[in-house]
């Protein structure tokens, strides 16, 4: 059974910088396309950064590009989101998730909220 835990949230001004982590077991991120997605209040979850097998980074949302950067860690089984020069849109619930996305693999997500 595929687990995975988002950690990393947290409260920053406008500007900062954050890392997220996805914590996964039950599957091997060096072999499965993984994503980090996001939703905001009032809004639907929407991707917003895909990284391909081995590590081939794929795709960016255009709000985010230049300014996030997602990566894996094989021996950890973990992969990350970094996000600086955050804004104040960037504020959501973070989750990670296959790619394409499992309905059975929705964690509880990690909260994060920047401040102008």
């Known amino acids: 059974q595929v687990h995975l835990v988002e950690s990393g949230g947290g409260a920053v001004r406008a500007g900062g910088s954050l890392r997220l982590s996805c914590a996964a077991s039950?599957?091997?991120?060096?072999?499965?396309?993984m994503a980090w997605f996001r939703q905001a209040p009032g809004k639907e979850r929407a991707l917003v950064a895909r990284i391909g097998l081995s590590g081939f980074v794929s795709y960016y949302v255009d709000s985010v590009k230049g300014r996030f950067t997602i990566s894996s860690d094989n021996l950890k089984n973990t992969i990350y989101l970094q996000m600086n020069a955050l804004k104040p849109e960037d504020t959501a619930v973070y989750y990670c998730?296959?790619?394409?996305?499992?309905?059975?693999?929705w964690g509880q997500g990690t909260q994060v909220t920047v401040s102008s």
């Open positions: 039950g599957l091997t991120v060096r072999t499965s396309a």
């Open positions: 998730n296959k790619d394409p996305p499992s309905i059975n693999c």
